[in-house]
Structure formats: C-alpha cells, structure tokens
C-alpha cells in the first residue's frame, strides 16, 4: 500500500505536454526531496528527476519536476513515443523511516 | 560510472528462502549505498532497504524486519538480499540499485538487470 497517490494514467498526442501528479504528505514530499523513474516495458527504472527538478545527464529537458507542500509533479513536453512507459515519483518518509514510490502512472502516446 | 550484475533467476516454495545477490563493476564498490527494490508481477515498485557501504549497517523497510537480511562483500564488489520463509506473494523482480557514490538519498541512479524470484509449490 503506496502513501504517494499517482493517477493510474495519462495520456497525450505526440507534441503534447503531460503533466503526472504525485500526492503525499508533510512526513514524506513535505520534508524531503521527490524523485521520479520512467520504467520501459520489461526494463530496469531509469532515474529521470532527483532532488525536485534535476536531471542527471543524458535526460532530456523535455522532463521537468516540480515540487509545491506535500505534492508534486512531472511533465513531459513536446511528448514523443518513446516516452511511453510507466512512471513512479518516490521520496523519504520520515514517519516510516524509509522509501517510497507512487502508486504509478501508465502514460500512452495516442 | 558502475554496472550491477545481478544472479539469475530462482524457484523457491512456499517457507523457503532466497539469495540474491548483486555485483558491482566499472567503480569502486566502497561508498556505494546498495538498495533493493521488487515488483510483483503487474504491479508497482516497493522498497525493502539498503545497507551503508561503510558499516555495513542495514536500513529495512518495516514490512521487511525479521525476514530480510542484507550484506556486502568489499572484497569481490558483491551486495546479497536474502529474504527467508517465502510466500507466494514474494513473488517478484529483485532489483538492486544505487546512488552516486558516498550519495545516502535515494537517487537511485544505477540498477541491476532484476532477479526474477517465483515462489511456487
């Protein structure tokens, strides 16, 4: 049972912005850093977004992370095919003394 | 720049228990928090802890305590989870990971291939 909420999907044309939602709270989003992954069908989770809004190398700036009290969120811009996949925002939560992701959002290039 | 090679694939009944285990190449292994993280089939990522590249000392999720042991050997760059009296809901993708080194926030940069554990009578 996640304690971040993520809606189940999303969806866009190509070009399109999406935007992913990621609901916490005070013991987790609200006192540390959010992440987020992209998982490809059968992959490993790639890293996309650290400390809020940056970006390792290598990742486009089509990705943008955003963090506002106790939610956040991703978008992808200028969406593009290859940005179907299932992603997952995680962060600390203090109260449980661990880590944790989302629930996870399938986004589907139409 | 490191690379993590997972074990292969296990088959374990029900009550059993299971070693995974996690190689580091491509960096020094020191200064490297290796985390492990499953997914069942179908559904989301879950944390189950880490273990401090200095001490040793293992962070477990609570769902975890008591069933999940977590160890490294330096000398040969190799993490090990070991999670005892399997059910058929441990059935999963065992991934290890990682942050940059000396990094203690989760930013889990690098990940193993996966492990997949079916845990079946």
């Known amino acids: 049972q996640s304690v971040l909420t993520q809606p189940p999907s999303a969806s866009g044309t190509p070009g399109q912005r999406v935007t992913i939602s990621c609901s916490g709270t005070?013991?987790?989003?609200?006192?540390?850093?959010v992440y987020w992954y992209q998982q490809l069908p059968a992959m490993a989770p790639k890293l996309l977004i650290y400390r809020n809004y940056q970006r390792p190398s290598g990742v486009p700036d089509r990705f943008s992370g955003s963090q506002s009290g106790s939610s956040a969120s991703l978008a992808i811009s200028g969406l593009r095919s290859e940005d179907e996949a299932d992603y997952y925002c995680?962060?600390?939560?203090?109260?449980?003394?661990?880590?944790?992701f989302g629930t996870g959002t399938k986004v589907t290039v139409l | 720049q490191v690379l993590l090679l997972q074990s292969g694939a296990e088959v374990k009944q029900p009550g059993a228990s299971v070693k995974v285990s996690c190689k580091a190449s491509?960096?020094?292994?020191?200064?490297?928090?290796i985390h492990w993280v499953r997914q069942a089939p179908g559904q989301g990522l879950e944390w189950m802890g880490r273990?401090?590249?200095?001490?040793?000392?293992?962070k477990s999720a609570q769902k975890f305590q008591g069933r999940l042991t977590m160890t490294r050997d330096t000398s040969i760059s190799t993490a090990y989870m070991e999670l005892t009296r399997l059910r058929s809901d441990d059935t999963a993708v065992y991934y290890c990971?990682?942050?940059?080194?000396?990094?203690?926030?989760?930013?889990?940069?690098?990940w193993g291939q996966g492990t997949l554990v079916t845990v079946s009578s």
């Open positions: 273990i401090n590249p200095n001490s040793g000392g293992p």
């Open positions: 491509g960096s020094t292994f020191t200064g490297y928090y």
């Open positions: 005070f013991s987790n989003i609200g006192s540390n850093y």
């Open positions: 990971a990682t942050p940059p080194p000396w990094e203690a926030a989760p930013q889990l940069g690098f």
């Open positions: 995680a962060a600390w939560d203090d109260s449980l003394n661990g880590y944790v």
